[in-house]
């Protein structure tokens, strides 16, 4: 139980392109999702948390007009980078956890590669 | 942002050695977690330890959390090649409610 997809699971672009990224909770039911991005040998930079039916909230530095994320449903969460640029280029990698704010576990997805050329 | 630091970096070691990664973090924490990552892929949880917990075994996986040093070994023992990957650390903070802050991560390679 517990598992989350990601499509694509690589894609590249063109730069001045927007690109979408679905997170879906396929076994549960997620309150909250969050996003990450991996640049290469490097650890796993927490970019914006998502509540179903709610606005973003997003770490410092990141843009939200650029990282648009979506989470309409309880099973779905979406990230466009938006006019993606080759510094964009990166491993997103999103999570789903459920359950009351008291912790609960993260389940993370399989990641998506971009590559924007 | 990071919370922080995992050492070494990079680790090689032969097969049925043992691999030892420590992390080190800076504010207090509810929970401290151990994952591991395979070359461009996602992250497959390991080992959840508590902050009123001090060591936790799980298979061939032992971890320890020193809240007074504020950090956490995890100890492979008899490592073998398919245990070749990135190993972090994240922690969920006392009022952060479920949010993992990660570790820069150590890269073990075990060689057969």
């Known amino acids: 139980g517990a598992v989350v997809s990601q499509h694509p699971s690589w894609v590249i672009c063109k730069s001045g392109t927007s690109v979408k990224i679905e997170c879906r909770s396929l076994?549960?039911?997620?309150?909250?999702m969050f996003w990450y991005r991996q640049f290469p040998k490097q650890s796993l930079m927490l970019m914006a948390t998502s509540n179903e039916g709610s606005k973003a909230t997003y770490e410092q530095g990141v843009e939200k007009d650029k990282f648009l994320i979506n989470h309409a449903s309880l099973t779905l969460s979406t990230l466009t980078v938006t006019s993606a640029h080759p510094e964009d280029s990166s491993f997103y990698i999103c999570?789903?956890?459920?359950?009351?704010?008291?912790?609960?576990?993260?389940?993370f997805g399989p990641g998506t590669r971009l590559t924007v050329l | 942002s990071q919370q922080g630091e995992e050492d070494p970096q990079a680790l090689s070691i032969q097969e049925g050695e043992n691999a030892t990664m420590n992390c080190s973090y800076k504010t207090s924490i509810n929970n401290l977690q151990w994952y591991r990552q395979n070359s461009g892929r996602g992250l497959v949880h390991l080992i959840l330890?508590?902050?009123?917990?001090r060591e936790k075994h799980s298979g061939r996986l032992r971890v320890t959390l020193d809240t007074s040093k504020k950090s956490s070994s995890l100890l492979i023992t008899a490592s073998r090649a398919a245990d070749t990957a990135s190993y972090f650390c994240a922690t969920v903070g006392g009022n952060a409610g479920n949010m993992l802050t990660f570790g820069g991560g150590t890269r073990l390679m075990v060689k057969p």
């Open positions: 999570s789903a956890s459920y359950g009351s704010w008291s912790y609960n576990e993260q389940f």
């Open positions: 330890i508590r902050s009123n917990e």
């Open positions: 076994d549960f039911q997620a309150t909250t």
